[in-house]
Structure formats: C-alpha cells, structure tokens
C-alpha cells in the first residue's frame, strides 16, 4: 500500500477543469448483440469514449426491451462508467444531459461515488466530504422504467474465475434453476471455471468493456488515479442481461467479510460495493428506477471465507484452474508476491493439502520473508489491511492456527515463527467455522440449497 499526498493537485485540477459532461450514448442493436458507446468530456478539453459490447447469444433477445427501456438500461450503466474518467481531475460539477435525475436519485448516486471512491481518497491523500466533493445537474427527461415479464427460474451468475464464483456455480448447477454464467472482459481463468463447472460458451453472457486510451494517457502525464467500484458496473450491466434474457435472479458470490472496512473506524472499503450495505442500496434503486422485480442478491453472504474456502476445497477439478491473483491476471498465474495470493493460500491451508497448495501456487508463500509486511496487515499486526479483496484478521489467522495444527512443522516457516499465535485457536476456528450472517437477501429457495451444503437452516 503506498500512500501519497495529493490533496493540493486534487484542488488545482478542480480549479483547472470545473465541470465533467455525460454528453450522450449510443445505443445499436446487432441481432442478438448489443453494442454502447459513451461520450464524456472533462471541461471539453478531454473527450472518452468508452464502449461496451454484449455478445450475441441464443439465451437473450434485446428485442424484448423497447427503445426507452434500453434507453434506460444503457443510460445507467453510463452513471457508472463516467466516475472512472471522473477521477482523474475530479471537476467539482457533474453535468448529466441524458436524463433527469430527481434529487433522491443524485442523492443515491453521489453515496455510491463517494464511498466508491474511499480507497482512491485516501490513499490520494484527498480530504473531502459526501456534500462538497461532487454538484450534480442533470437533464429535464425522467427514465422509463422496464415492465417485462421475468421468469423465476432464471439466474445469472457474475463469475471472476476465483474460488467464491466456483462455489457459487457449483452449488447452483443442479439446482431446480437455469444458471447463466455472467463475465465481463473474460480472461483464462474465467473461461475455465466456466467451463469446468460444465457450462459451455454459448451458456454464458460474455460481456467486453473497452476503456478509453485518453484516460490511461492521462494517467501517465500525472493526472489523478485509483480504485474505483468496478463491481457497481457489473451490477447495472448484469440487471440489462437479465432484463434481456428474462432472468428474475442475479446471484452474486460476495461474503459476509466484505462488509469489513479496509481502514478501521472509518467507511473506507476497498470492498464497498461487494458490501451488504451497497447490495441494500442497489436493489431498492434498480426496484424504483430500473424494474421492480430484478432480484439481486449474493448466494454466499450468509458465510464468511473459512467456510467458502471449505467448501471450495470439496471441487478439486477446480484447483489448478482458479486465479484470484490481480497482478498476474494477465499472464494466468498467480504472481505469488501480493496479498491476495497471500491471502489465498492461507485461507485455504487449512483443507487443502501443504503438497497440493505448493503446486497451485509454484512455491510455499510462508517461506518468503519479502511478504512479511503483508503478512502482517492480514494478521492484523498493522491497522490497515490491504486494499484487496481478503478475509478479516481473525479469518486469517484461524486459518493459520488450523494449519499449523495439521502441519507442526510450519511454525517454524519464514512468516511464522515470530508470530504470536492465538491461545484460542481451537475455539476460534471452530467458532467460524460454524458462524452464520443473518444479514442476507437470499430467496428462500436459494437459502435452502445453501444450507443444504452448510448443515444450517
């Protein structure tokens, strides 16, 4: 984690470029494809055009959604995809000529913006707050919401080619449900979860999202840069998917860790829009705003990571495919050097064997004394814990107590042996192990089958 001062360029380049402009979108039907193209400027002095394109499949007909509708769809999913090119100078007003939005909505979006952007804040060194950082006007046309049948049946499955999109694919396949594999920008490993799970590529909404070169140009010269809430964008382009293939359900793979924030005593959360509080908050939106009965929810929230990473262990055809690794999303490996692979290897320590997780990630990760300092922000040895999508300090280190149990002879391993462990460690693996989050949205129907793998009721 690098933190850096930025806060007197943020307020130059406010003051440089004071307004940001939603100008307009296109939309083109293609048979069974859909094509978006953006169109925003900063200032009108730097343009994007950021495109979107859903592959052509049999299990959706876009021409099921009149032309308001997918006004409607396409028009939301640009709220999203505008903060990316927002941030890079972050104009004090937002311009949104397309639509309309009435104050309840601008107060909406301006909560997602602000806490989706708390990561690319902080670590800019950027102090501001949910009334002042952002003016938003918009338009004088209301959105039209969609009114089509959707079918209970029906659920799309948003896949990352991680263990918690294998677990969640793997439940829901035999089920009495039709299960649409749902990706963004596939990469290898994605395409082998799918395919492993017994999906074939036909099966599966592919969708590709095209960034504007002028950002990552403007990115080199200096310009502002962070984290920003992909996992909103996959959310508004899911609910068009569903829309368009009549699926009722979008069935999200985020646990109940995901509601932990990265930096303690604050709403600063890498995961925020994987949080329970964002999944509340999306769903009454898109119910008022977008179609009322779209039912969004994550299958696994009820659990915590000990307790996926068990039931990830249960699917081994899966475990040379998987890749939860950022940096080596490119190259389809685990680059071994990151928190995230870090913390994959723990939290999986205890129900995978030491022999089986060194050939999943080419070398033993508690023998690299170059993690330490990862090591102890996942350990809960420092405040904050890595801006990645990982498990809670106690998950990770009641995964180390198991492991060391079945392993006695990793305590003395490089991260380890100067490590205190917990004198609890029996109780508070146990205790996870068996921990159950009543704060969900599952369906009854859905409830039942995960309890049904999970013993609880």
């Known amino acids: 984690m690098t933190k850096v001062s930025n806060h007197n360029k943020y307020l130059q380049f406010r003051n440089d470029f004071p307004e940001f402009i939603f100008e307009n979108f296109i939309v083109e039907r293609k048979k069974k494809s859909l094509h978006i193209r953006y169109n925003f400027n900063i200032s009108e002095k730097y343009f994007f055009h950021p495109e979107l394109e859903i592959l052509p499949r049999s299990i959706y007909n876009f021409d099921t959604l009149n032309d308001k509708m997918l006004q409607n769809l396409a028009f939301h999913i640009g709220m999203v995809e505008l903060i990316s090119y927002w941030k890079a100078a972050c104009p004090p007003k937002v311009v949104i000529k397309p639509y309309q939005l009435n104050e309840e909505q601008i107060s909406w979006w301006k909560k997602l913006y602000f806490h989706g952007l708390g990561e690319f804040f902080y670590l800019n060194g950027i102090h501001t707050d949910v009334d002042s950082f952002m003016e938003v006007e918009s338009g004088s046309e209301p959105v039209k919401i969609a009114d089509i049948d959707l079918s209970e049946t029906k659920v799309l499955v948003p896949v990352g080619g991680g263990k918690d999109s294998v677990v969640t694919l793997e439940l829901l396949k035999n089920s009495e449900f039709d299960v649409f594999p749902f990706v963004i920008n596939p990469r290898p490993a994605t395409q082998r979860t799918i395919a492993i799970a017994g999906f074939g590529e036909f099966e599966s909404v592919i969708v590709r999202r095209t960034l504007?070169?002028?950002?990552?140009e403007l990115n080199n010269r200096g310009f502002l840069n962070g984290h920003t809430p992909f996992s909103s964008l996959l959310a508004f382009v899911s609910v068009l998917t569903?829309?368009?293939s009549g699926s009722k359900y979008i069935a999200l793979s985020n646990e109940s860790s995901a509601n932990e924030s990265t930096v303690p005593d604050?709403?600063?959360?890498?995961?925020y829009s994987k949080s329970f509080e964002f999944e509340e908050d999306f769903s009454w939106y898109v119910k008022k705003y977008i179609h009322p009965e779209v039912y969004y929810f994550s299958f696994l929230r009820p659990l915590n990571e000990?307790?996926?990473?068990?039931?990830?262990?249960?699917?081994?055809?899966?475990?040379?495919?998987?890749?939860?690794?950022?940096?080596g999303s490119k190259s389809d490996s685990w680059c071994g050097k990151c928190p995230k692979c870090l913390f994959s290897w723990i939290i999986l320590s205890p129900f995978i064997k030491y022999q089986t997780l060194t050939s999943i990630f080419g070398k033993d990760?508690?023998?690299?004394?170059?993690l330490k300092p990862v090591f102890e922000e996942l350990t809960g040895q420092v405040d904050v814990k890595p801006f990645e999508c990982v498990g809670t300090p106690d998950?990770?280190?009641?995964?180390l107590n198991e492991s060391i149990q079945n392993y006695p002879e990793k305590k003395y391993s490089e991260l380890i042996k100067d490590f205190k462990l917990s004198p609890n460690a029996d109780y508070d693996f146990k205790f996870l192990m068996n921990q159950w989050n009543d704060e969900h949205r599952l369906p009854g129907s859905f409830l039942t089958i995960l309890s049904r793998y999970t013993n609880d009721k």
């Open 212 to 216: 504007d070169k002028t950002l990552l």
């Open 395 to 399: 998950e990770v280190q009641a995964a």
């Open 306 to 327: 000990l307790r996926i990473a068990s039931l990830f262990s249960k699917f081994q055809q899966h475990y040379e495919s998987f890749r939860s690794c950022n940096v």
């Open 365 to 370: 990760l508690l023998k690299d004394r170059d």
């Open 242 to 244: 569903a829309l368009a």
């Open 266 to 271: 604050s709403k600063i959360n890498h995961q």
